[in-house]
């Protein structure tokens, strides 16, 4: 698993390392192999060399002691990012990053599981960053990004499909859903359009008028 960089591309997603659960190294792989940029957070990155994979960028605070230079050698050339701000969690500075760089977009991947609450942060972060990068969050169980006013694609019958919403959505009118939305209303804690699914195969089109709603497509 140690090469990536089979595109140089800037316009390719740019692959972040959390530090929460692990994924298969079959789903790892599969974003390494289109990766112009491996970006591992701190705290993984003793956990990633274990795997052999090749780093580009090693990026947070060093706030427990660890000491980057010792990765110099082993990870040449390596990029150390040194980002101090408490006011941001390191999955944030890595957006911030990315964004400096002029990357338009980022895979994330270890950044579930473990600590609820990093789950979650990391998981709205999705909304704060919606018009600098386009995220999407990926685990061994789902693929989770931000919908834009009207959404399409492709899906086979039965794909679990959940609908998210950050805050408040109104307005959501959707097509090929089991349980259509028609012009509805979600609201974060009281109603969600968790566990829907693809009703046939073809296209599920989802539009919404208000408000900020992730995709959540499952692989039970």
């Not at 997603?13 to 929460?20: D, E, K, Q, V, Y």
């Not at 959940?162 to 090929?176: C, F, M, Q, Y």
């Not at 028609?182 to 408000?211: C, F, K, P, Q």
Request: charged share 30%; hydrophobic share 40%.
């Amino acid at each position: 698993m140690s090469s990536h960089h089979i595109v140089r591309d800037d316009q390719e997603p740019a692959l972040i390392i959390a530090n929460g659960a692990e994924c298969s190294k079959e789903l790892m792989g599969q974003l390494l192999e289109w990766s112009p940029l491996v970006i591992v957070l701190d705290s993984a990155i003793e956990r990633v060399i274990n795997l052999g994979v090749k780093v580009d960028v090693l990026l947070g605070d060093f706030d427990r002691g660890l000491d980057p230079e010792q990765y110099r050698d082993m990870q040449y050339p390596l990029e150390i990012v040194y980002t101090p701000d408490q006011d941001k969690t390191d999955l944030e500075k890595a957006f911030d990053f990315l964004i400096d760089r002029k990357f338009p977009a980022a895979n994330v991947i270890w950044a579930t599981g473990k600590r609820a609450d990093h789950t979650i942060t990391n998981i709205t972060n999705i909304v704060r960053y919606r018009d600098k990068l386009k995220v999407v969050v990926l685990d061994d169980h789902s693929k989770i990004f931000l919908l834009p006013k009207k959404f399409e694609k492709w899906y086979p019958a039965g794909t679990p499909l959940s609908l998210i919403p950050i805050g408040k959505v109104s307005g959501i009118h959707s097509k090929n859903l089991k349980y259509e939305l028609n012009n509805d209303e979600l609201t974060i804690g009281y109603r969600t359009g968790s566990s829907n699914e693809a009703l046939a195969d073809g296209m599920v089109v989802i539009e919404h008028r208000e408000g900020d709603l992730l995709m959540m497509e499952c692989f039970d």
